[in-house]
Structure formats: structure tokens, C-alpha cells
């Protein structure tokens, strides 16, 4: 989805506008423009506009923005949304009088009714796009306030805000005002990095993160008008307001390749040390330690979990955990979902939401929507300080560093692990619901968590039998996975995963839902990848994965059992674990098909198309 990218300080903008575009590209996109200003001969300043169609290596490419001294600058990726790929759609849009530009993330709903208006004060706009309306609507409150100061254009800006609807992160650059750039949000994230006699805008932090790792979070509503050594906030009425400096932990070379191929196969890897890092110092004394001490978990009657993608697998692979250790009844949804069918929800529901990028649209609406309702809210989020953290009640974060490839892979693992880790905090401190077998399985349980670093290094040994499997599958065009219980729930994820980078169709099945219709897709040269790792159903899986031989499929397994079957020929071992905790080791195999998959088919893995790393947008 698009990117925004400032700098104001002394360096040239233009290196530091292109690098921040760069470490942006993961995130998805079709147009890539900058505004820096060049001082003319008349000592005034000219506001020059670069943008094109395609990638950013367009800009690197220009002659004319490479000579550019200028040391401020605004600059934005576009992912269409409002008019198609094209220069005149591309950002920054300037008014018609071209001394305002504005980079534009998110969606302008009222943006017709606007254009309509501003027609009819004599503007022309010039673009298909929803932003335009932003510098023009700038232009007019500045021109009608007659305040033509510093203060005249951030008031121009609020009030054209306030003409706004839907989603927004903006930045604003006018060569009238030389030293200042002015940002807002609204529903979109956006990010000021503090540095020492220059300043940093991002919507995201990996575009900032090798010049500073000290960040205000913008929320809806804030301004901020950014000098080279100054920084002030603002609420919607244009009250001045403090905020707190963070530090991010993180550091940039997680956000380089760092010699691998692509970011996802760098990201596949780093899982023993995400997982490791997630387990942190929850394990440091004999009891689960969480900073949820002041829950009082006896007064739930349920749990959900609640997220998109990914992040909702990880959810779906831990009801199991959950319901027989927390012994709460739980439900496992889709956000776009949840937010829209009202769900029973009060004091006595615990609402778990899970995103990577804290950014989510629909898990934001979801979370909103629970808190209104009285629920409590736990946030699972691997990106500090993003906006599910600030809206939730509690936050319990994922350490897997920042995560660049489009398909997420160390996050599951990290969601999936801390998920466990709650479970279990959640039954320890409700200790009086489990017998004494049950205690025995919990401290069981808790070692088998420790032991996921090394059974997920172990794992990933599986790395050349499943590139040969790749050389295979490539070149088909449905594949199925099927599994039950956490197996069939790791099926889902290892579908989506093969589906998003590798574009084959692929679907994944309960199996035994299989006799309830799907077995009809079953036939020669059909690939079916079968999940068993769950010794107790282990004969029932096995009989299915037959079912589906005698229709034609080939079947390739992945599991820690041993199986003594002449018709099983492709086999891959994972470490054995409890099949509680197995979709974290079971998934790096899978993980590992759908990149191999997608590079025997020479695709883009890390940004696949029409997908967008992070959903600002419902
Ligand atoms: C798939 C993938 C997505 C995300 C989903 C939620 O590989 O990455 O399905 O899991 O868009 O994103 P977050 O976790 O950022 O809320």
C-alpha cells in the first residue's frame, strides 16, 4: 500500500527520500514522486514536483532530481486506489497555483462531493485521484482565511481536515514556508523520526529506521508542524500538545537482506531467534510472567481472538491450547467480519487481537468495536508503538523484528508461540480449574515451549528435500493441504502462503471434511500435501491421505510420526513436539515450499502482486 517518506534537516533530501522509497517498496506499489524545493535565482524558492509511473528507480534515474541541493522534501509510493497507474495520479498533487504539495496515504470517501466543490470556486483538478483535492482545498481555506503566516497555513490545513472524509496521512510542503513540513493522520499510520538538527516523516519505520530510532506516534486528529530543530504537535483544534519520545529497539540491518536472495527466505531463517526473543523473559521465574497482572481471568466466559491473514491462523492454531489449559470457551474470527456482524461482547468477554503491523484497518475497526462493548483487550503486535497498541488495553508484543517480506512467516511463529504463552498464563492463574494431569501436561507443555528455538532450527533442515519437492509442484495448478485439528490449521496458513507468492490455486481441508464434497477435485496429478503430526488422530489422517492416493493424487507428508506405509513415498520429518505447539514447527517446511514454489516460477517473492504488507484500507 503507499508509502510517505519527509526529511528536513541539512543533508541533500534527495538520497535520503529515495532510500526511505526503497525500503518502502516491499510494501506494494504502482507510482513513485517526490517534492523537494530548489532555491531560484530570486533567492525565493521553487517547489519541483518528480513523479512517474512505475518504480522508484524512475526517480533514481532522473537527471534533473539527482542535481537537486534541496535539504527538504516530501515523497510517497502510490498503490492506485482512486484512478489508475499513471504520472498525473501519481503523488505529491499540488494545488493549481503549484506552491503547495501534499503525499497522501489512505482514502478520501467525500472526495467527489469535494471536487465538485472546489470546481465551482474555479479550481481545476488534473488527476483522477482523491488526494488532489487535499492542496486545493489548502489553497482555498489559505486564501479565504487571509492568514498568510506559518500559523495561516496550518490552520488552512486543519481546516481542510475537517472537510475530510475517511482515512489520511498527509504531508505538506510549500515553498512559501521553506523551512517546515506540516503531517496529519487520521486512520492511516504515520510516524515523526527525531534526529539531531534534522527530522524524519514515515508511515512506516524501516524508511527512517538507519537515520534514527526515536519516533512520535502521530494519532488521529494530530498535527505537527517539522522544522530541522524543532518538532510541535497539535490536537485538532490546533491546541499545542506533548507526546512521548520512543525508542525502537530495532536495528536497520534487520531491514537489509543481509546476503540472502530475498527477504522472505532471511525471514524463514530468523524464526529460532524470533522465537527465542518472543519467549524473552516470560519463562524467568517458575510461573508464566506477563504484565497482565491486574486481570482478574476468572471473570471471562469467553475468549476471542480476532485478526486477518496470517495473524488470524495463529489465533486458530492455538484454540486448542486455550480451551483445554484456560478452559474458556473460544472463538477464533476474521476482523472484516467480527466488525460487522455484532458479535455477543461484554465484561465478561476477552477480546485477543493479532497483527504484525499494528496497522490493520479491520482489526483496528474490530478492537473499537470491543472495547465499546466494556470487553477487555489484549493486543499481539510485532510493531512498537503502531495503533492497535495505543488502542488496546493491554499489549503483549511479538519480538520478531521488523518483518519486510509481503508473506508473513517469523510473525506466525511468534504469534502462535505467544499465544501458547498467554494460554497458559491465562491457566496458571486460574489454576483451581485444572486436575492434576492437567498441571503435569501445563509444566509439560512449558518445557516443549522452551524447546521451540532448536526444534524450528532443526526444521529448517528440511530446507533441501523441499526445494526437490518445489521442482515438482511448480508447475501445477491446484494444490491441497489437509489436516485435523493444529494440523488442519496449519494447512490454512501453508495454503494462503503458496497461493499469495507462488499464484497457484490452493485450498486446504479439514480432512476428514474431505468425504463431504472436496474429494471430488480428487484426481491424477492432483498434489496433496497431508499435515500429521497429532499422534491420537494420526491412523485417521493416514486413512484419508490413502482415500486420496486411490483417486490418482500425489500425496507428500510432513510429519513428526513415524509412518510405516509402503503407498507413502514423498515424507518429510519435522522434531517432534506436542501437536499443541506443532503448527511452529510444522509450518517452516511449508513456509519453505511456497518460496521455493514461487522461485522455480521466477516470481517477485517478496512482493507479490496485488498484495500490500500492510492493510491500511478495508
Ligand atoms: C499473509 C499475510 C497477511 C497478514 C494480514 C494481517 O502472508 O501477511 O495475511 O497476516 O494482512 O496483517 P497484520 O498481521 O499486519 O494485521
Known amino acids: 500500500m503507499c508509502g510517505i517518506v519527509g526529511y528536513i534537516g541539512t543533508k541533500k533530501a534527495v538520497p535520503v527520500l529515495i532510500n526511505g522509497l ?6 506494494g506499489y504502482d507510482s513513485a514522486g517526490i517534492a523537494v524545493l530548489n532555491s ?5 524558492y521553487e517547489l519541483d514536483i518528480f513523479r512517474d509511473k512505475g518504480r522508484v528507480k524512475n526517480l533514481q534515474d532522473n537527471k534533473d532530481l539527482q542535481k537537486s541541493d534541496s535539504t527538504i522534501g516530501i515523497a510517497h509510493t502510490r498503490w492506485a486506489t482512486h484512478g489508475i497507474p499513471s504520472k498525473e495520479n501519481a503523488h505529491p498533487h499540488t494545488n493549481n497555483d503549484k506552491n503547495i504539495a501534499v503525499v497522501h496515504n489512505g482514502i478520501i470517501e467525500n472526495y467527489d462531493k469535494l471536487r465538485t466543490f472546489l470546481s465551482n470556486k474555479g479550481y481545476t483538478l488534473y488527476s483522477e485521484t482523491d488526494t488532489e483535492v487535499i492542496p486545493n482545498l489548502v489553497d482555498y481555506y489559505y486564501k479565504k482565511n487571509k492568514d498568510f503566516s506559518e500559523a495561516g497555513l496550518l490552520k488552512a490545513v486543519a481546516d481542510t481536515l475537517n472537510d475530510l472524509i475517511g482515512s489520511y496521512a498527509i504531508g505538506v510542503l510549500s515553498n512559501n514556508f521553506p523551512d517546515q513540513i506540516i503531517v496529519a493522520k487520521k486512520d492511516s499510520p504515520l510516524v515523526v523520526g527525531k534526529g539531531d538538527g534534522e527530522n524524519y516523516i514515515a ?7 538507519s537515520h534514527t530510532k526515536n ?12 522544522s530541522k530543530d524543532n518538532i510541535d504537535f497539535y490536537n485538532t483544534f490546533l491546541k499545542k500538545i506533548k507526546k512521548d519520545l520512543k525508542n525502537i529497539e530495532w536495528d536497520s540491518t534487520q ?3 543481509n546476503g540472502y536472495d530475498d527477504f522472505m527466505l532471511k525471514e524463514i531463517f530468523e524464526q529460532p531467534k524470533a522465537v527465542l526473543e518472543t519467549i524473552g523473559t516470560s519463562f524467568e521465574k517458575d510461573k508464566i510472567n506477563l504484565p497482565l497482572d491486574d486481570i482478574k481471568f476468572s471473570k471471562f466466559n469467553k475468549i476471542y481472538i480476532v485478526a486477518c491473514g496470517t495473524a488470524m491462523h495463529a489465533g486458530l492454531a492455538t484454540k486448542y491450547t486455550f480451551e483445554k489449559f484456560a478452559k474458556i470457551p473460544m472463538e477464533v474470527d476474521v476482523s472484516s467480519e467480527f466488525r460487522y456482524r455484532d458479535p455477543l461482547i461484554n465484561e ?14 479491520d482489526t483496528i475497526a474490530a478492537l473499537k468495536l470491543a472495547k465499546s462493548k466494556g470487553s477487555t483487550t489484549i493486543a499481539i503486535v510485532n510493531v512498537i508503538g503502531s495503533s492497535i497498541t495505543r488502542l488496546a488495553d493491554y499489549v503483549l508484543y511479538t519480538h520478531a523484528g521488523p518483518e519486510i517480506a509481503v508473506a508473513s512467516t517469523k510473525a506466525y511463529t511468534c504469534q502462535t508461540t505467544l499465544l501458547n504463552i498467554l494460554a497458559l498464563y491465562i491457566a496458571e492463574n486460574n489454576l483451581n480449574n485444572l486436575d492434576d494431569k492437567e498441571v503435569k501436561e501445563l509444566a509439560s507443555l ?6 521451540l528455538p532448536q526444534k524450528i532450527e532443526d526444521a529448517l533442515k528440511t530446507a533441501d528435500a523441499v526445494k526437490d519437492i518445489a521442482k515438482n509442484i511448480y508447475k501445477k495448478k491446484d494444490v491441497f493441504f489437509i489436516g485435523r485439528n493444529t494440523d488442519y490449521t496449519v494447512s490454512l496458513e501453508a495454503s494462503l502462503k503458496l497461493k499469495e507468492i507462488s499464484y497457484i490455486h490452493s485450498d486446504a481441508y479439514a480432512a476428514g471434511e474431505l468425504k463431504h464434497g472436496s474429494i471430488a477435485l480428487m484426481e491424477d496429478s492432483v498434489d496433496v500435501i497431508g499435515i500429521v503430526t497429532n499422534t491420537k488422530i494420526l491412523p485417521k489422517t493416514i486413512s484419508n491421505l490413502e482415500e486420496v492416493i486411490t483417486r490418482g493424487a500425489n500425496v507428500y507428508i510432513i510429519t513428526d510420526q513415524t509412518i510405516d506405509n509402503k503407498a507413502f513415498k514423498n515424507i518429510i520429518s519435522i522434531p517432534k513436539i506436542s501437536y499443541m505447539l506443532s503448527p511452529i514447527v510444522s509450518v517452516i517446511p511449508l513456509q519453505l515450499l511456497a518460496y521455493y514454489v514461487a522461485k522455480n516460477k521466477k516470481l517477485d517473492v517478496d512482493k507479490p502482486r496485488n498484495l500490500a504488507k500492510s492493510v491500511t484500507v478495508e
Open 203 to 209: 508511515s512506516d519505520i524501516p524508511a527512517v529506521l
Open 446 to 451: 512449558k518445557k516443549d515451549i522452551l524447546s
Open 255 to 257: 531491514s537489509e537482506k
Open 40 to 44: 531560484s535565482k530570486s533567492s525565493d
Open 22 to 27: 526503497l525500503s518502502l517498496e516491499y510494501r
Open 348 to 361: 465478561h468477554t476477552l477480546c485477543i487481537f493479532i497483527s504484525q503491523s499494528g496497522e490493520t484497518a
Open 215 to 226: 519516533f512520535y506516534f502521530m494519532e488521529d486528529g494530530e498535527l505537527a508542524v517539522i
